[in-house]
């Protein structure tokens, strides 16, 4: 179980692992996420499920190596197991036949859109993905996203692919069309995510946003990734990760994703949890 099949590089620092789960293949939808530990000394890291073949029981994650464990599943090679995997966890996003959707994927957030952005075009929706990136060597999934969408919008923030610019420049063009956007599904930065749910709260166009805070148990016990939503308090892995993106305090998320900036740091460089020499 947990045996990686395939490791590609999709850019600096990213990459796409197919692993055998069979378990996990069959009872996944989408929007939902596992948590996975590499090392046993090791923490717990949540990663969308990002797609999977229940036929061959694999599943698929991308991930970018940011900190200590994501630099250690980096360092694993086809044959290698990962140590656990818990899930699927949270719950499925909500699919419906909204009409025409927008789904927007800012940097590795790409990721995480593409199993909505899949299951929304086969409920019937008409829909217009927008991935944004800092570069060209920075986007991903470019045709498996065209694949699946009826429109592609690609923005780059120094304009070396598609057009210059953020993703909500793209959507905000989008919203001056002619055409009606019923509803609008939004991934990546916290930034990214607030400023795409303020534009389209000034248009009135339904949003849903998938958050990230800082997971560690995945099942509501450990309080760590509380958010504020509508003024209630939530817990992200057992509430969401999806929510209504205008009721969330996107500054009260940016304020506890910095919790454990210096321990994080420090777990970087301490070379606790390499491998076992
Ligand atoms: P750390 O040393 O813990 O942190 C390094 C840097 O990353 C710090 O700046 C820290 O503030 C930031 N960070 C830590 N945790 C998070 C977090 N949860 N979200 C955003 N930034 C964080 N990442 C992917 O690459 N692909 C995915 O498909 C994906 N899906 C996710 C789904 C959910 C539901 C959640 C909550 C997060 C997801 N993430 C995803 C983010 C991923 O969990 C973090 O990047 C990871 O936990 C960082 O662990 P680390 O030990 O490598 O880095
Ligand atoms: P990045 O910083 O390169 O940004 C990606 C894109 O987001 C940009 O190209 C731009 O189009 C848009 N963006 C950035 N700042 C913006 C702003 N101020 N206003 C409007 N749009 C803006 O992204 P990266 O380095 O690939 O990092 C990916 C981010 O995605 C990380 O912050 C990570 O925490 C987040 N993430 C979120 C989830 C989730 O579940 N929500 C999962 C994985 C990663
Ligand atoms: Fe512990 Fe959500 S991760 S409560």
Redesign the pocket.
């Known amino acids: 179980m947990n045996k990686i099949i395939s490791k590609r590089k999709l850019s600096e620092g990213i990459y796409r692992y197919t692993f055998e789960n069979k378990e996990l293949a069959i009872a996944r939808k989408p929007g939902q996420f596992l948590i996975l530990r590499v090392h046993d000394k090791g923490e717990r890291i949540p990663l969308?499920i990002m797609d999977s073949d229940s036929e061959k029981g694999t599943v698929d994650i991308i991930f970018?190596a940011v900190g200590k464990t994501t630099n250690l599943l980096s360092d694993l090679n086809e044959g290698d197991r990962i140590l656990d995997v818990a899930g699927p966890l949270g719950n499925p996003t909500l699919i419906e036949n909204f009409g025409r959707c927008v789904a927007i994927g800012?940097?590795?957030?790409t990721a995480?859109l593409f199993p909505v952005l899949k299951a929304l075009k086969e409920a019937g929706n008409y829909v217009i993905a927008i991935i944004?990136?800092?570069d060209k060597d920075?986007l991903i999934l470019i045709d498996e996203v065209k694949a699946i969408s009826d429109e592609l919008v690609i923005?780059?923030?120094d304009g070396s692919a598609g057009t210059k610019g953020?993703?909500?420049d793209a959507l905000n063009q989008l919203i001056g069309r002619d055409d009606k956007i019923d509803y609008v599904y939004a991934?990546?930065?916290?930034?990214?995510m607030k400023?795409t749910a303020v534009l389209t709260k000034e248009h009135n166009i339904k949003t849903e946003v998938?958050?990230?805070p800082i997971m560690v148990d995945g099942t509501g016990m450990c309080g760590s990734c509380r958010c504020m939503v509508d003024g209630k308090e939530r817990f992200a892995c057992i509430h969401g990760?999806d929510f209504d993106g205008h009721k969330v305090d996107f500054n009260l998320l940016t304020q506890r994703l910095k919790m454990f900036e210096g321990r994080e740091q420090e777990s970087m460089s301490c070379g606790c949890e390499k491998k076992e020499e």
């Not at 800012?106 to 957030?109: A, F, K, L, P, Y």
């Not at 991934?187 to 990214?192: A, E, S, T, Y």
């Open positions: 969308t970018q800012g940097g590795v957030g995480v944004g990136a800092r920075t923005t780059t923030d953020f993703v909500t991934v990546g930065p916290v930034v990214m400023n998938s958050l990230n990760p």
